[in-house]
């Protein structure tokens, strides 16, 4: 049975890879709000899991990410 830190990671990978995906494919740019929304989202979620998990690298990589989406996503806002 998959438990709930389970899918809430599966969650937060998906928002981070589609918004790649979208990134990629020049659907969106790094700029664009939905891109970084998708960032914090993935990150936040995964952030959980590795506090779950206890591991600490993967957990200070998804809090540098957070902050860095964060820090675009008000570079946003400030530009608009």
Request: hydrophobic residues 60%.
């Amino acid at each position: 049975m998959i438990n709930f830190a389970v899918i809430i990671g599966v969650i937060g990978m998906t928002f981070l890879l589609t918004a790649f995906a979208l990134n990629l494919f020049k659907k969106v740019t790094r700029d664009s709000l939905i891109y970084n929304i998708f960032n914090i989202i993935g990150a936040g979620l995964l952030a959980y899991y590795a506090y779950v998990l206890n591991s600490v690298p993967f957990l200070i990589l998804e809090l540098i990410w957070i902050l860095f989406a964060v820090y675009k996503l008000i570079f946003f806002y400030k530009r608009n």
